[in-house]
């Protein structure tokens, strides 16, 4: 599988917007980008995802590199409610990678009231 | 509709014995995932069901196994259980898993002593 790297850790004030980049330097073309997030005690919910064009969604918006290495998820307005940990995952188009999710570290994003 | 919802919350167990953990997915949902997560690994995939077949495996031994049912519930089982199988075991279901959304339920914890 294409691997991400992403910030260990982040922090944002409550309000501001907020930008979790992700590297994907060997993503294939079949490759989507999909964002998850785990709140505290709770198991990982879905966010986002894209493929080559920028996406938005009542959650947030992700906006993908034109070589599609690296993409940016962001928070348009962060609330104490958004400190999670964020991870950017590729599931492949076509195969068995698109049965699963790979998930890497991610990055924990702190919200200062 | 209801959530995926996990029996159950919390367990724990000795080392040597056997484990079996609950699965109900979102209704109308086919596919039924399942994730280990311990600090020191993270989320890792253990295995997959679609329509009552094991349809892709995690690399995890053979103690780990699972099910699933006509009605799409699904469970795993942990046979011979060892100190480092204490984790937060995941649900995830999905229409059918293909690129589409997975939802997660909120997790059994499961501690070996």
């Known amino acids: 599988d294409a691997k991400t790297t992403q910030p260990n850790s982040m922090e944002s004030n409550e309000e501001e917007p907020v930008h979790l980049p992700c590297n994907h330097s060997?993503?294939?073309?079949?490759?989507?980008i999909h964002w998850y997030r785990q709140l505290p005690s709770q198991g990982p919910e879905y966010v986002i995802h894209?493929?080559?064009s920028n996406v938005n969604n009542r959650m947030a918006s992700l906006a993908i590199a034109e070589d599609r290495k690296s993409s940016t998820l962001i928070l348009h307005r962060a609330t104490l409610r958004d400190a999670a940990v964020y991870y950017c995952?590729?599931?492949?188009?076509?195969?068995?990678?698109?049965?699963?999710?790979?998930f890497g570290k991610g990055t924990k994003l702190s919200v200062i009231p | 509709k209801a959530g995926v919802t996990q029996t159950p919350r919390y367990l724990i167990k000795t080392r040597g014995q056997q484990v079996t953990l609950s699965c109900s997915p979102i209704?109308?949902?086919?596919?039924v995932s399942w994730y280990q997560q311990t600090p020191g690994q993270g989320l890792q995939f253990l295995f997959e069901y679609f329509s009552e077949t094991q349809r892709n495996k995690g690399n995890f031994p053979g103690r780990f196994s699972g099910r699933q049912f006509s009605n799409s519930r699904s469970e795993m089982n942990v046979s011979t259980l060892e100190l480092g199988d204490s984790a937060l075991y995941l649900c995830a279901s999905s229409l059918d898993n293909y690129q589409e959304t997975q939802y997660f339920g909120p997790g059994t914890r499961l501690l070996v002593l």
């Open positions: 995952i590729l599931r492949d188009g076509g195969g068995a990678g698109s049965y699963q999710l790979t």
């Open positions: 209704s109308g949902h086919r596919s």
């Open positions: 060997t993503i294939s073309g079949t490759d989507y």
């Open positions: 894209g493929l080559t």
